[in-house]
């Protein structure tokens, strides 16, 4: 089964840092992207920064500039700097993983941030 672990996490004061980590616990399939999305009370999911594997990234405009995506060993990472009150969210892993032709979507269960004095 496909396991999608998140860490890092937690509470954070303003101007702060944090660094999320995604490890993907898979067999055979094959990652083509992964990403991270952030859900906050009474908004919808959206999308912060997402990597295609061997590819580009792309980062959202609320984000650019402080958060940096990166991917490693079936990981993807999220450094988030200069943290605001309103990065203040639900942030979930995404993973893309391909058998052969047929592609599928698994979510992580989500790591709270709360950026707050």
């Known amino acids: 089964q496909i396991q999608l672990a998140e860490s890092g996490g937690g509470l954070v004061q303003p101007g702060g840092s944090l660094r999320l980590s995604c490890t993907v616990s898979?067999?055979?399939?094959?990652?083509?992207?992964m990403g991270w999305y952030r859900q906050a009370p009474g908004n919808e999911r959206e999308l912060v920064a997402r990597?295609?594997?061997?590819?580009s990234t792309n980062v959202a405009d609320s984000v650019k500039g402080r958060f940096t995506i990166s991917s490693g060993q079936n990981t993807v990472y999220l450094q988030m700097n200069s943290l605001k009150p309103e990065d203040t969210a639900v942030y979930y892993c995404?993973?893309?993983?391909?058998?052969?032709?047929?592609?599928?979507?698994?979510w992580g269960q989500g790591t709270q941030v709360t950026v707050s004095s």
């Open positions: 995404n993973a893309d993983l391909r058998w052969g032709k047929k592609d599928a979507t698994y």
């Open positions: 898979r067999s055979k399939a094959s990652i083509t992207a």
């Open positions: 990597i295609i594997i061997g590819g």
